[in-house]
C-alpha cells in the first residue's frame, strides 16, 4: 500500500496541468462535423450565435473512432462526424458549464465528468446537431477545441480514458439512471484518491461497497466494466489536483442526485481528499 501510494504521489507531482495561460476570457473555438452539409453548418452557426472571430476547427470521423474506437461498437460510432460544439473560454475559477441541444443519450453531466478527467476547465460548453444523436462523439471535438485554446496536448491515453469514462456511465445510467450513474462514478473516484486499491479484489470490493452505499444493484458485466475503467484511471496521466479544483467549481451542477444533502456531503469528501494529498505532495518535496 505505501509503495503504491507514494507512485500515485509521484505521478500527481510530475503530471503537468493543462492551462489556459493563451487563452483569453470571452475567446470562443466551435468544432464542426466534418460531414455537415453547408446548410446544416450555417444551421448550426447561427443556433450557436457564433460570433464572427470564431475560431473554427473540424472534426473528422476517423478522430472519433480513434478514441472510442473499442469503447463502443464501430457502428454506433457510425461514418460521418456530425456533432458539434461550441466553446466560451471562461474567467479563471469560474468552472465548467454544459449545455446540449439534439443530444439524447450522452448527458450534460456526463460530459462535463469526462471534460474534468481529461484536465478541461473554466469554460462555458455547447454541444448540438442538427437532428437528435448520440452524442458520443462530441467529446473529441471538446478536446481538440481545449488543446487548441490552451495551446498544450491532452495526453492520449487520458482522451481514451475520458471517452470511455462518458461512455460507461452513459451505459450505467440506462439501468440504474443517469443521476445515480454520475454520482456512483465520482463517489468511487473520491475512494480511489482518498486510499488507492492495490489489487483488482480491493477495486472490485470498493465498488461493491460504494454501490451498496448508494443503494445501487450492479450486475456483474456492470462491475466487471467498471472495474476496467477505475484501473486505467488509476494508470494515466490525470491532474487529480486540477479535478479537484473543477469539482469544487462545478459540484452544483454535476447532477440533481449530487444536489441532496448526501450528494454534496461526498462531493465537499472528494474536495476536502484531494486536497490533503496535494497538501502532502507539497509538503513531500518541500521538506
Known sequence: MKKWFTIFILLLFMIPSVSLADAIEGDVIITLGENLTEQQKQQILKEMNAPDNAEIITVTNEEEHKYLGGIIPKGQIGTKAISSSKITIGAPGSGLQVETNNINWVTKEMYMNALITAGVKDAVIYITAPFPVSGTAALTGLM????????????????????????????????????????????????????????????????????????????????NSLLSLFNKMKNVNIDWNQVNEQLAQTKDKLSAFLQTEEGRTFIQRIVDILREIWNALRGAFGA
Request: aromatic share 2%; no cysteine; glycine share 4%.
Open 144 to 223: 481538440k477545441a481545449y488543446e487548441l485554446s490552451s495551446n498544450e496536448a491532452i495526453p492520449d491515453e487520458v482522451k481514451k480514458v475520458a471517452n470511455e469514462e462518458m461512455v460507461k456511465t452513459a451505459q450505467l445510467g440506462e439501468s440504474i439512471g443517469n443521476d445515480k450513474a454520475v454520482a456512483l462514478l465520482a463517489k468511487i473516484k473520491e475512494e480511489i484518491a482518498k486510499n488507492p486499491p492495490q489489487t483488482d479484489a480491493d477495486m472490485r470490493a470498493l465498488i461493491e461497497r460504494i454501490a451498496q452505499e448508494l443503494g445501487i444493484t450492479l450486475t456483474e458485466d456492470e462491475i
